[in-house]
């Protein structure tokens, strides 16, 4: 069974809710991507007191589930929903639904690195936020706009990633291959308003409790340390920030 996301227009939330509604009240409703416990990254971005903060844009499916685990993150001070991968002039929802602008729906996670490592968060990326093993597709969203990707902002980021991506390959923590992509990140495009801080919003909302809130569970769980109750939000001040 799967729960579709359908369409996120406002009009079309009560719609929504009314076809499936059923299913998950009928207790049915469970985590359609299970956790991994995954060893953390051999080589990691050592840290030397530097107060600047860092951000990386994660792809991994719909980007409501990929932020809300990051705005539940300690150590991330912003999670902003977005596309990379194409242009700006492609940058709307509806138009990178159609899987041919280049877009993924991603994540710009902004960190600080005296309180999370690049590397914790990329674990936490791979282990709880997103299935890395399933190509061009999220559970129940299929497309090139819900493939898994890292944006890297420099080279440093490239290495780490790709250096973590063999480390858990050799080790066969996944029954299938990782199929994450590493992509130059070309620029990231804030999503709509209505998009931001969505599971937050609207925890009892059909899509949400059968895909995403699973994942908050299995952060809090396996990352006791870096799971923080109240989420950092983006539209706090009214405005998602870049």
Not at 94 to 123: C, N, W
Not at 196 to 222: E, G, T
Request: contains cysteine; neutral net charge.
């Amino acid at each position: 069974m799967t729960v579709s996301r359908l369409s996120v227009s406002p009009r079309r939330i009560g719609q929504a809710l009314l076809l499936i509604a059923p299913i998950v009240l009928a207790g049915r409703a469970t985590a359609a991507e299970p956790a991994v416990s995954l060893p953390a990254p051999v080589h990691d971005e050592a840290v030397a007191g530097d107060a600047g903060l860092q951000r990386i844009v994660l792809a991994g499916g719909c980007f409501w589930g990929v932020q809300a685990v990051f705005e539940h993150t300690k150590g991330v001070t912003s999670a902003v929903s977005g596309y990379a991968g194409g242009s700006k002039a492609t940058a709307q929802y509806e138009m990178v639904g159609t899987g041919a602008t280049g877009h993924a729906e991603s994540v710009a996670v902004t960190f600080d690195p005296r309180q999370i490592s690049y590397g914790k968060i990329l674990q936490i990326y791979f282990s709880v936020a997103h299935n890395p093993t399933e190509l061009n597709y999220q559970g129940p969203d299929v497309g090139t706009n819900y493939r898994s990707a890292i944006f890297y902002a420099n080279d440093a980021q490239k290495r780490i990633a790709a250096d973590y991506i063999a480390q858990l390959d050799k080790v066969h923590v996944f029954k299938e291959p990782i199929v994450t992509k590493l992509e130059a990140l070309p620029g990231f495009y804030p999503a709509e308003a209505y998009h931001q801080d969505f599971a937050v919003l609207h925890p009892d909302y059909p899509y949400i409790v059968y895909n995403d809130l699973p994942k908050l569970a299995n952060l809090k769980r396996l990352f006791p340390d870096y799971y923080r109750a109240t989420p950092v939000r983006v539209m706090a001040a009214g405005k998602p920030s870049q």
